[in-house]
């Protein structure tokens, strides 16, 4: 009879299904039900469906004549299996004689036993803290003295009360005028002036060698460097012509500069061209706002690559129903850090801080506050000077010299001007 029967079934795949057509497996942690059709069952899911971490909760709950049965599919008293193992259920058709394969969860049902509501009414004045207490009794039995003093204080309670509202008021004036996005920006901007510390490259002060203080395996990988030969070779194969338009159509100076000086051929043209792709995702993405997981595709970017540059140098932020990759202020400067460190590795530990803060869209006080946070050396060309094309040059260069420069930190007092 087994045998007929199993030659007879064909199975049938519903293929993608949604959340909320998913079967239920339920397990009772007490036991097991020997009447399952006296059971109620009632399946809630999430209000918040816009949120993509809470769109897929969902509460089943049983009810019993005796007992309740809560289960969920999150938080601690959910099962883990449902996170590393898919389930699926078969429901056999007995007229079509097919099985309907469908994707399941797990559910694990715990009693849940009703509170004690049999209990007396607290009494009113429980609800007081003990300065109300003491207060009611100086109103009945307190001296004259006493009884002014609480007067004061009350006074002054309510006056602090008129100032917190007025406080109040006048933040949501400026959350409605300049939006609440701008001073979250602000703020951020603003503790990330103190933050500089934690962005910085790995660093080895007590290197022996410049090119060990910030190891070139701690910005590229050796791994991530394999992955860039394709991009690379093609950096590197760029005519005169086309660096040309790239200057003119206002590319990064530092990438256009480092190409311009390639050596010809070998080891080292291939590991500086692989190094020139690198540095120009990090000074493009020093520009964005906002990053999509389209970052990078255009000029052949590497999918490790482009997961370690969202991982690494952008924040995650939740807007409209969706995670999205911001650069802050504080990823800014990670990213000059960075960019600076690699500079220094492809410019025999010197790099132009000029150039470098232009491409990265900041301040060149900021990038001077970053290569000091790196203990480099800053070196300024008199006035005057010029360079081998006969052209002034006053850019500010950064050097790596043994042993690391040691900053103070000191804020700059403006003088106040006197009245006359």
């Known amino acids: 009879?087994?045998?007929?029967?199993?030659?007879?079934?064909?199975?049938?795949?519903?293929?993608?299904?949604?959340?909320?057509?998913?079967?239920?497996?339920?397990?009772?942690?007490?036991?097991?039900?020997?009447?399952?059709?006296?059971?109620?069952?009632?399946?809630?899911?999430?209000?918040?469906?816009?949120?993509?971490?809470?769109?897929?909760?969902?509460?089943?709950?049983?009810?019993?004549?005796?007992?309740?049965?809560?289960?969920?599919?999150?938080?601690?008293?959910?099962?883990?299996?449902?996170?590393?193992?898919?389930?699926?259920?078969?429901?056999?058709?007995?007229?079509?004689?097919?099985?309907?394969?469908?994707?399941?969860?797990?559910?694990?049902?715990?009693?849940?036993?009703?509170?004690?509501?049999?209990?007396?009414?607290?009494?009113?004045?429980?609800?007081?803290?003990?300065?109300?207490?003491?207060?009611?009794?100086?109103?009945?039995?307190?001296?004259?003295?006493?009884?002014?003093?609480?007067?004061?204080?009350?006074?002054?309670?309510?006056?602090?009360?008129?100032?917190?509202?007025?406080?109040?008021?006048?933040?949501?004036?400026?959350?409605?005028?300049?939006?609440?996005?701008?001073?979250?920006q602000e703020v951020a901007e603003t503790e990330s002036q103190g933050d500089l510390a934690l962005h910085l490259p790995p660093c080895n002060a007590d290197a022996d060698r410049p090119d060990n203080v910030y190891l070139f395996d701690d910005l590229i990988s050796p791994a991530e460097f394999g992955a860039l030969e394709q991009a690379g070779s093609k950096m590197a194969a760029l005519t005169t012509e086309e660096l040309q338009k790239m200057r003119d159509d206002g590319g990064s100076l530092c990438v256009v500069k480092h190409l311009e000086n390639m050596a010809t051929v070998g080891e080292a043209r291939d590991k500086r061209a692989r190094c020139i792709f690198y540095l120009s995702l990090l000074l493009k993405l020093a520009r964005q706002k906002s990053v999509t997981r389209k970052f990078g595709q255009e000029e052949g970017c590497p999918r490790i690559i482009q997961s370690k540059l969202l991982r690494t140098f952008t924040v995650e932020t939740f807007n409209n129903g969706r995670v999205q990759n911001m650069v802050s202020s504080s990823m800014r400067a990670k990213l000059a850090a960075y960019s600076l460190a690699l500079l220094l590795h492809m410019g025999h530990m010197t790099a132009d801080l000029t150039l470098l803060h232009r491409d990265l869209a900041i301040t060149e006080a900021r990038m001077i506050e970053v290569a000091k946070s790196m203990g480099l050396t800053l070196t300024k060309p008199a006035r005057g000077k010029s360079d081998e094309a006969g052209l002034r040059d006053d850019h500010r260069q950064a050097s790596l010299v043994l042993p690391l420069v040691k900053y103070d930190q000191f804020m700059e007092r403006r003088k106040r001007k006197k009245m006359h």
Do not use: W
């Open 1 to 184: 009879m087994k045998t007929t029967m199993a030659a007879s079934c064909s199975l049938v795949c519903c293929g993608e299904e949604r959340e909320s057509d998913k079967a239920v497996i339920v397990r009772f942690s007490n036991g097991s039900v020997k009447n399952g059709d006296r059971l109620d069952f009632t399946m809630y899911k999430n209000a918040d469906e816009s949120n993509p971490r809470k769109k897929s909760r969902r509460i089943l709950v049983a009810e019993s004549e005796r007992l309740s049965y809560v289960g969920n599919n999150f938080g601690a008293g959910s099962l883990k299996c449902n996170n590393f193992c898919k389930y699926y259920v078969g429901v056999l058709n007995k007229q079509t004689m097919q099985m309907e394969v469908h994707s399941a969860q797990l559910f694990n049902m715990q009693p849940v036993i009703p509170a004690d509501t049999t209990e007396t009414a607290k009494p009113q004045d429980t609800t007081l803290t003990y300065r109300d207490k003491v207060d009611s009794l100086i109103e009945a039995f307190g001296t004259n003295k006493q009884k002014r003093a609480l007067s004061s204080r009350r006074l002054n309670q309510v006056g602090s009360d008129t100032l917190h509202q007025a406080v109040a008021k006048a933040a949501n004036t400026v959350i409605d005028q300049k939006g609440l996005e701008a001073l979250q």
